[in-house]
């Protein structure tokens, strides 16, 4: 058995070691991100706000003013909270055996952020994302940090649900779909258009989605 941390994951190497393939058509994600509720005037309103000071701060924030200051609001306002039922946590430790195409790995780390079932400690992820500041940085794959989270919750998940991811990159969103061995990216939304108003509403989606599988 091999110990591999999701900092250290690539695609590539998620690819070579557990036979995960990208694929370019997926009905989970097409239903995910185009089944969007609508906006209220009030959530619009406070999206405005939180894009003006991504406006002025996006070129100077470093990766923590980044996350409080607007990763975690719009996080918050879409209120991944349900106690005993599912909960949003941050740099929470998850890990497991998955199995591999030719050995076992005891994979595991700590996610920026995931919705997981439990109430005061994660259980099972549904939904993890990462957060870079910078497009190319010293420290791993965004993608493919995000990735292998969403294949320990996979491993965890008694039934096969698909799961779900995001990794955010400055200004940029992009969200994934894991189903079995293959996964799906979603095209590219910046928060500093209007895309911020779709991007909300694809979180409102994907608490739809969580609300019906932990009922």
């Known amino acids: 058995m091999q ?5 250290h994951c690539t695609l590539t190497l998620l690819d070579r070691n557990f036979g995960l393939r990208r694929v370019f058509a997926s009905q989970a994600l097409d239903d995910w991100l185009h089944n969007r509720p609508s906006l209220s005037e009030i959530e619009q ?4 706000n939180f894009q003006d000071l991504l406006i ?11 996350s409080l200051n607007f990763i975690g609001p719009v996080f918050a306002l879409a209120h991944f909270s349900d106690p005993y039922h599912f909960n949003f946590f941050a740099q929470r430790t998850i890990r ?16 920026d952020g995931i919705i997981a079932t439990g109430y005061r400690e994660p259980e099972v992820p ?11 940085d010293p420290t791993g ?3 493919g940090q995000t990735l292998a989270a969403m294949l320990v919750g996979q491993t965890l998940n008694e039934q096969p649900y698909p799961l779900y991811g995001c990794y955010i990159i400055g200004q940029h969103w992009r969200f994934l779909v894991l189903e079995g061995k293959h996964y799906t990216l979603s095209e590219d939304y910046s ?7 779709a991007i909300f509403a694809i979180l409102k989606s994907l608490k739809q989605i969580i609300v019906a599988r932990t009922a």
């Open 126 to 136: 549904l939904f993890a994302f990462t957060e870079y500041k910078r497009e190319l």
């Open 96 to 111: 497991t055996i998955v199995a591999g195409l030719h050995d076992e790995f005891d994979l595991g780390g700590e996610p």
């Open 141 to 143: 794959d965004p993608a």
């Open 191 to 197: 928060a500093l258009t209007n895309d911020l108003f």
């Open 45 to 48: 309103l406070i999206l405005k």
């Open 56 to 66: 002025l701060n996006s070129d100077a924030w470093n990766e923590q003013e980044l």
């Open 3 to 7: 110990q591999l941390a999701f900092r």
